[in-house]
């Protein structure tokens, strides 16, 4: 068990980003594509997992400080140093071999994120403003890996707001640290020198702003009409906007921003905002030609 925690299983939810392509281009339900996106989503993971053990490895003095981070396998002591590398080594080579086994082009594109995130663990997530850029980074790799896997285009819409949405959800995270600082009087990360609560909030605002007017402008843009095939997308947007009031209704009431993978593992309010997101969605997409939906349409 203590092995398992150390590749950190619940943050693969962040890989599920490979699906969106080919969710948003309408072929979900081709299975072949789908197993191939399978196949995807366990080596970005097993990569992801081996950034997870480096960065462990290098901060775990840093994390012993830490009210929760002490807990993490290197941290706490339950996992020796020279296991979790042998275990990292084995990742990789699983990660990469299984990239390439399913596309090489999509081992490639893991390959750039495998050296982004080793540039991050290695100094660059202590430059304030490009930590946050690097992690959003990330989720724009992610989902060209799953265009990549699929073959279907990436719409620059997604790309646009994945990114703002990726960087909405990073600042969060530091908002939480420079919180943690101003309670503990600990700096736990060095990029934090660079941040105030005044300088966060007003990026929090500005980007949540941001992203509302990009998804709307997506839903009626003339091209993603036509391509889909409906004028109806903009419904979908309430979700969006919901999701986003409840996330800073976290950051700022409850205080609550350190992890969203943990959010949204716990939050009940952003879980069936989701859902109720993809279903409105795939209704849309996927079921045109069901009668009862036909009906609804007709309707609105």
């Given at each position: ?81 020279t296991t979790a590398i042998v275990i990292c080594i084995l990742l990789i080579i699983a990660g990469f071999g299984i990239a390439w ?12 994120y495998f050296l982004l995130n080793l540039g991050y663990c290695f100094g660059l997530k202590n430059i304030a403003i490009l930590d ?138 952003i879980q069936i905002t989701l859902i109720l997101w993809i279903i409105s969605f795939a209704i849309i997409l996927y079921f045109k ?12």
């Amino acid at each position: 068990m203590v092995y398992l925690k150390l590749l950190r299983p619940k943050d693969w939810a962040k890989n599920l980003f490979l699906f969106i392509p080919l969710f948003f281009a309408g072929e979900f339900l081709d299975r072949t594509k789908l197993l191939h996106l399978l196949f995807g989503f366990f080596a970005f993971s097993f990569i992801a997992s081996s950034i997870y053990i480096i960065n462990d490895y290098r901060d775990r003095e840093d994390d012993r400080k830490h009210p929760t981070k002490c807990k993490r396998p290197l941290a706490s002591g339950a996992v020796s140093p020279t296991t979790a590398i042998v275990i990292c080594i084995l990742l990789i080579i699983a990660g990469f071999g299984i990239a390439w086994a399913t596309r090489q082009e999509f081992a490639i594109v893991l390959a750039v994120y495998f050296l982004l995130n080793l540039g991050y663990c290695f100094g660059l997530k202590n430059i304030a403003i490009l930590d946050i850029f690097i992690l959003a980074a990330g989720f724009v790799l992610r989902i060209k890996s799953g265009s990549v896997i699929a073959d279907v285009p990436l719409s620059e819409w997604i790309i646009i707001m994945v990114l703002l949405l990726a960087i909405f959800m990073a600042i969060g995270k530091r908002r939480d640290d420079v919180l943690l600082k101003v309670s503990s009087g600990m700096d736990m990360r060095k990029s934090i020198k660079g941040y105030n609560l005044e300088l966060l909030n007003v990026l929090l605002a500005v980007v949540s702003s941001i992203i509302v007017v990009c998804y709307l402008m997506y839903t009626m843009d003339p091209d993603v009409k036509v391509r889909l095939g409906t004028y109806r997308l903009y419904y979908t947007g309430v979700f969006v906007l919901a999701g986003l009031m409840r996330y800073l209704q976290l950051i700022y009431i409850s205080e609550d921003s350190g992890s969203p993978t943990r959010i949204l593992y716990k939050d009940r309010f952003i879980q069936i905002t989701l859902i109720l997101w993809i279903i409105s969605f795939a209704i849309i997409l996927y079921f045109k030609d069901v009668p009862i939906f036909n009906i609804l349409r007709n309707l609105f």
